[in-house]
Nanobody, 122 residues
Framework: QVQLVESGGGLVQAGGSLRLSCAAS????????MGWFRQAPGKDREFVAAISRSGGDTVYADSVKGRFTISRDNVHNMVYLQMNGLKPEDTAVYYC???????????????WGQGTQVTVSS
């Protein structure tokens, strides 16, 4: 089992940057594929990015490709989401998740953090 805690959200102007962090507890961190999802008010939770156990493979949603970068530190049990060129439509609660496969479906991830709010003003 793993527990996840996100941080780093906040209010930023369009075009700005934020880096989200996700701290994972436990000694089984490297067993998990890690993902970031987001949910805007009134919308379904959507896939943002995922990274393989080793960090060698990454997948991004088309809407963030070229602007966001997912990475992980397996020594310190951390996952990051560097977000550049932020747009108002990126406004959402961002969630860190752990699962067994790199998939784009939220239901396939087993563990979730509590989320961190990102607000991008125009």
């Amino acid at each position: 089992q793993v527990q996840l805690v996100e941080s780093g959200g906040g209010l930023v102007q369009a075009g700005g940057s934020l880096r989200l962090s996700c701290a994972a507890s436990g000694r089984t961190f490297t067993r998990y594929v890690m993902g970031w999802f987001r949910q805007a008010p009134g919308k379904d939770r959507e896939f943002v990015a995922a990274i393989s156990r080793s960090g060698g493979d990454t997948v991004y949603a088309d809407s963030v490709k070229g602007r966001f970068t997912i990475s992980r530190d397996n020594v310190h049990n951390m996952v990051y989401l560097q977000m550049n060129g932020l747009k108002p439509e990126d406004t959402a609660v961002y969630y860190c998740a752990a699962g067994s496969l790199i998939v784009l479906v939220a239901e396939k991830y087993n563990y979730w953090g509590q989320g961190t709010q990102v607000t991008v003003s125009s």
